[in-house]
């Protein structure tokens, strides 16, 4: 009989066991910031530069081509990397366009790999420094 109770005793605690835990509240996963990556370098004559990024989550991504010295109308584009160097960016939204403080790209996204790319639309005469900014949920790191 004295062993029948402690099974019996020993099935009902462990059934019970996690009961204390019912009236706790969830944690809430820690949500991931939109972090804004600046971005200055200059553009050749006829050439295009890209860099990289991985999102941590899906949100939105915005880009803004804060301005180029002289100021001159580039190609702006954001895409898809399918490997290493500048060719490799397929571009899947561009435009042509100047500097500005708004945001010239904004695009929904889901987690993963991005790239964005400046480019000559030939009409440069001569290199242009430019100043962008990509804004993101939860930034891996920027590569180039």
Known sequence: MTRRLAATLGIVGALTGGCNRINETPTAPTPIDSITSEWSSRLPVGGAVSRSF????????????????????????????????????????????????????????????????????????????FDLSITFRGIVKPTT
């Open 54 to 129: 991985t999102t941590a989550e899906a949100g939105q991504i915005s880009i803004t081509l804060k301005g180029t010295t002289p100021q001159r109308t580039i190609g702006l584009g954001v895409g898809v990397p399918i490997g290493g160097g500048i060719a490799n960016c397929v571009l899947t939204l561009s435009m042509n366009t100047t500097g500005s403080s708004t945001p010239q790209v904004q695009t929904g996204a889901v987690s993963g790999s991005y790239c964005v790319t400046l480019y000559d639309i030939g009409t440069l005469t001569a290199p242009v420094d």
